[in-house]
């Protein structure tokens, strides 16, 4: 079973709460997500499928991308912005990835054109948000918009700092990072540009886990806001104009169930070698005592 199935049958189990044994809720209380890293590791795509998706239209390459990264960890940097602080309480995300209702992982077609369906999961439950619905959706309306905005920024910074440099270059010397720069159009063009619309909607809550708890929130936004939470989300799935970003390197420590793991393996790999060589020795030695019978 892949990493990716593992993380899927965990995420689809759905069990509540109350289904759960005494023992088993009562040795995860209290406990999230965001205290270790996902053991799982998220490959980064190769060139030539990076140029592949350079010749999808928009709304396809933003779409096959988040397919892409259906399952692989949310980066450290996601799940510091991404948290939702209402209800006198911090809502972590523990990951985001494709509403598969809307958007199935082995269809290439888009569905609802101008959209993406995503859905985030957070610690918590949706018994928190009885009675306190709209508050929760408000934080959250304002969290995607605070994100983006940040980006934005960050965006017309670099641009700007880019067109600074290529000024005070010298004639023929070009950009100091070895860049293109930014010349006249480009820079009108670019302050030109409208800002597009997030057009981000909470459509419904649920719940889903099967140790840890998570508060799904099944939304939908454009799909230029829904390629930049993807920037930040899974960096190496989403390059940023074009240029591939650096695969995101966690330093949260890995679960403890890791390390049980890897002994028991250890061990059992261990016996089976010596099984083996028992089996080895034994058919070796009755082959070496037949012959000496024969002679």
Request: charge should be neutral.
């Amino acid at each position: 079973v892949s990493n990716r199935s593992r993380l899927d049958l965990l995420l689809s189990l759905g069990l509540r709460g109350a289904n759960r044994s005494p023992a088993m809720s009562a040795a995860y209380k209290g406990r999230e997500s965001g205290s270790t890293r996902n053991p799982h590791s998220a490959s980064a795509p190769g060139a030539k499928q990076l140029k592949e998706w350079s010749k999808l239209s928009c709304e396809e390459r933003v779409l096959t991308q988040w397919r892409a990264a259906f399952g692989c960890p949310v980066s450290d940097e996601a799940k510091a912005q991404f948290c939702i602080h209402a209800l006198d309480r911090t809502f972590r995300l523990s990951d985001v990835r494709l509403w598969t209702q809307h958007h199935p992982l082995h269809g290439k077609q888009v569905v609802d054109g101008g959209k993406v369906h995503l859905e985030f999961f957070f610690d918590g439950t949706t018994s928190e948000l009885t009675g306190h619905e709209e508050q929760f959706t408000k934080a959250f309306e304002n969290m995607i918009e605070q994100q983006l905005q940040e980006r934005r920024v960050i965006d017309f910074r670099k641009k700007l700092a880019t067109r600074r440099r290529r000024g005070t270059a010298s004639p023929g010397e070009g950009d100091m990072d070895g860049g293109d720069g930014v010349d006249d159009e480009d820079w009108n063009t670019y302050l030109k540009k409208p800002v597009p619309a997030t057009d981000f909607s909470i459509r419904s809550y649920r719940e889903a886990g099967c140790m840890l708890m998570f508060l799904v929130c099944q939304t939908s936004v454009s799909v230029s806001a829904s390629e930049v939470l993807g920037q930040i989300a899974f960096q190496e799935h989403f390059p940023i104009d074009g240029v591939a970003q650096p695969p995101s390197t966690s330093t949260m420590p890995l679960p403890r169930w890791v390390y049980g793991l890897g002994v028991c393996t250890v061990t059992v790999s261990f016996f089976a070698v010596v099984a083996w060589w028992q089996v080895f020795t034994q058919i070796v030695f009755a082959g070496g005592e037949a012959a000496l019978t024969a002679a």
